[in-house]
């Protein structure tokens, strides 16, 4: 095995380290310019100016006007803003909300809340490779149906929904569309009026950006209340000091991912093609898990027979790779990723899976030494593991 | 998160194996629910001569199995019986919270091969 | 009036500037240690050992222990997360708050959505110095009482509440006792056993902190609703990837406030009173709100007839100083402060107010230039205001 | 926020002060509400000849003030009438958003004042 001093991150679906110009962006915002944007003096003004050029920043990145933007926590409490705050609008009265299996707990998990509320919701099937029928969206509909939430892209199998002509479905029904776009914005082009979209989420952590920031684009004229309440910030839909250091560089995360999009999807679809075929050729009893196509150009979710993905993951990581089983929010739990299950992957696989999310540092070297560090894990593991004697 | 040695054991297991001839046998856990930990034993005189596994699993899986094939082998059946889940821990130097799920599957495995043993016997 | 080029800051209870030891702390969770904390590789684990030091640091500030803090985006969530995770815990049953009329928009608006929603608050008064009667709490407490929420230290008028007393009542009834507690922490000793509550809310930005990151202090056996939801993060109470470097640089901040406790309120007390002599000294017509005694060290909430707060504020600010009328919050918007409302203040007062809030920089020269520039801007605005030529 | 030509009339308004015998008074607004503005105008042959205030209020109050005083000053009393809300943001250079509530109180106080000429003639 190659040896090197360098740890490599092949987890940016997880998160990203933040870009060193996000830093310096951020770093005035903390000492110097560090007014609360509700003040009126100097100090204040300087950080209302900078709030509102962050928003202008963001909403650019995504083919949104400024006043679109309501700057979150990050991704999660973005789904919970667009979910509760649909819902909540009239408190007491039951309705409906159509949502996919593979979606992240931040909006599976909200949806089950607002089922423990009374709530109805209907959880669409995906297909073996991981994509949602469009027509078992439109046949859930039903007259008490208010929104329809399906993420753009997966954080696990990294599939593309058909968002453009699910949005076709929910303007014919007059239904709101909320898309989690957090694996999505900054790997691929986004624009909210081509997918047609009334609300989407993101987190500036999974572009480089800061953690602990996020926006939930909210369509003009889309009806929503907040979820947590306050002094009136945030056009009263997400009240709280803003972090103005965090939102600037979440603002300057979002302008540089835009520039790259021109590059650097194509330049990860070839790294990770390469991944693809090279452990195809080393190694057996192998699968390739969601779409061929239809799927982000830095994902690729692997499953080994007879291998176990935690351990795939410790042997990977004293090798000095970082990758991910699933999702990193479920890696804690031993229970299988509910989307590998969606999609009906082989009990004989399902635990042998790793997600390898490439990022815009990882080299075609990096990739050669994963490759090779895979088939070494591999064999090892299915030495310990394989019931008969290899 | 995990400790010093089990990162030791998982990366260099001893005793993985399976006995061709073995006295005892005991398989816990199904590939569905992800772990598969397999035990074989060779009793001699009493005295287990030889333990061996085979384990599909999570990185506690198959620390605990090399940890219990070690501490059982040379102790006799009695004995081996005794070896306890904090035994095998402490051995370890601990686990992490939230990991004991599957920390005693090696020893119930154990525990299997032994009575398939007395049952043979 | 004095020459300087510094601008001079004396709005500490709207955000403080973040202390450059913070910074450093922070900086290596933006580039290279920048894992997920739920992720199993190295990666995950430094940021994991991060925020178990940091949680650490902030329980020991505040006398909690480590799992009895819940990191949240802020004081307004942390406040949220008190008041509607305890009423959430049983939906659709009418349950009862007691409040005060002098708390911070995130507990007020927060209980208004609670009543709309069906819940009863009574809001106990205060006294003209801004002070509950801790006899009006006892009461208010009726059989489906489930939580008493009185804030520490108010925001404008810095008033300290009787939070002891209050525990015992709480005790006694079995009902949880809420505190809001950020403008206390940094600047007053605060003890979680001394006070006696159940929970207690912080924010970073205001002990010289980063923005966008707090905590809930949940003392063990506390039952609680999360507010937002999403994978299991803050033993499951606050979903989302952390915020790791904020959290980092709020528990450096914590440790630094607490640090600095055996120095800073009494010479923050010495500027305050300083301040408040030359003031009484040099203008007529001039009122403290609040307490004389009961107060943060650091507030000086002053009152003038005749002259108008946003005008002296924007006078002072081109002056090279900035404070405050009544909260950040309000400052934008047209209303007299609730807060001064709820303590009966002279309608030809109420509108003169400012608050001018101390900090570690702030020296005593800055305290005798304030003080000038105050007399200018009063007499100035006088001199356009009277109705009486002067 | 607010435009530099507003910062500039703020800090320093021009027609200060009490016009003694005055022709017309114009008071609007309460100690209560925060904004109390008294325009007085000195008329001679149809012609504001001069036009003074005293403004108990924030930014906008005082800078609307002065400024409508010196849009009227040297204008027949139905060119002042014509002065428009308008006209005097548009001399400040703009107002920020949400802080029109009191914009148009000197021009009602102005108006009041010519009432008050009116009626008094
Ligand atoms: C698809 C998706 N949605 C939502 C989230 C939650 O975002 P955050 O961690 O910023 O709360 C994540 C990442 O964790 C994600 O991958
Ligand atoms: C007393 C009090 N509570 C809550 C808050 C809200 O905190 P944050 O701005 O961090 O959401 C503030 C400050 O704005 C405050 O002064």
């Known amino acids: 095995m190659m040896d090197i001093m360098k740890r490599i991150y092949m987890d940016h679906s997880a998160t990203t380290p933040v870009d060193p110009r996000v830093v310096d962006a951020m770093l005035p915002y903390f000492t110097e310019k560090f007014g609360n944007s509700s003040s009126l003096h100097s100090f204040g003004q300087e950080a209302a100016e900078a709030l509102s050029m962050a928003r202008g920043h963001v909403a650019d990145s995504i083919g949104a006007r400024e006043e679109e933007i309501i700057f979150t926590s990050g991704g999660t409490e973005s789904d919970n803003l667009a979910l509760q705050g649909v819902l909540s609008r009239e ?32 959880y669409v099937p995906v297909s073996s490779e991981g994509i949602v029928d469009v027509g078992d969206i439109e046949r859930a509909i039903r007259d008490d149906t208010v929104i329809i939430s399906i993420m753009h892209a997966n954080n696990e199998i990294g599939t593309i929904q058909p968002i453009e002509e699910i949005a076709k479905i929910a303007k014919d029904n007059d239904v709101y569309l909320h898309t989690d776009a957090v694996q999505s914005v900054g790997k691929i082009p986004v624009d909210v009026d081509q997918l047609g979209v009334d609300m989407l989420s993101i987190s500036s952590h999974k572009l480089h950006g800061p953690k602990g920031v996020g926006a939930l684009y909210v369509r003009e004229g889309t009806s929503l209340t907040p979820v947590i309440f306050g002094g009136g910030h945030e056009s009263g839909l997400r009240p709280g000091t803003e972090n103005i250091a965090g939102i600037v560089g979440f603002a300057k995360a979002s302008s540089i991912a835009k520039e790259r999009l021109g590059t650097d999807p194509a330049r990860m679809g070839r790294l990770r093609d390469a991944l693809i075929k090279k452990v195809f050729n080393t190694i057996d009893d192998v699968r390739l898990n969601g779409h061929a196509t239809q799927r982000l150009p830095n994902n690729a979710n692997l499953s080994f027979r007879h291998v176990e993905g935690e351990s795939m993951l410790m042997l990977l990581d004293i090798a000095g790779i970082a990758v991910s089983t699933g999702s990193a929010c479920s890696s804690r739990s031993q229970h299988a990723s509910h989307v590998l299950d969606s999609i009906g992957l082989d009990p004989d696989y399902i635990h042998g899976s790793i997600r390898i999310s490439l ?26 593991s394989s019931p008969v004697e290899c | 998160m995990y400790s010093k040695k089990i990162i030791e054991e998982f990366t260099n297991p001893k005793n993985v194996g399976i006995i061709e001839d073995a006295d005892g046998v005991g398989e816990i856990g199904s590939t569905i629910d992800g772990d598969v930990i397999t035990v074989y034993i060779k009793v001699d005189d009493d005295v287990l001569k030889d333990v061996k596994f085979k384990t ?12 219990v094939t070690q501490l059982a082998k040379g102790k006799t059946v009695e004995e081996a019986l005794a070896i306890s889940n904090e035994d095998v821990q402490d051995a370890l130097g601990g686990l992490p919270k939230g990991k004991d799920r599957c920390s005693g599957f090696a020893l119930d495995a154990l525990h299997k091969a032994i009575e398939d043993y007395r049952n043979k016997s």
Do not use: W
Not at chain 1, 92 to 106: D, M, N
Not at chain 1, 359 to 382: C, F, I, P, S
């Open chain 1, 359 to 384: 990022g815009r540092e990882n080299t075609m070297d990096e990739v050669d030494y994963l490759a090779e560090a895979l088939q070494e894990t591999v064999a090892k593991l299915r030495q310990i």
């Open chain 1, 91 to 122: 408190p007491g009265k039951r309705q409906h909300i159509i949502t996919s299996v593979l979606e992240h707990p931040a909006v599976l998990s909200t949806c089950d809340f607002l089922k423990s509320i009374g709530h109805d919701v209907t």
């Open chain 2, 56 to 67: 599909f699993g999570c990185v506690v899986a198959i620390s605990t199995s090399t940890m």
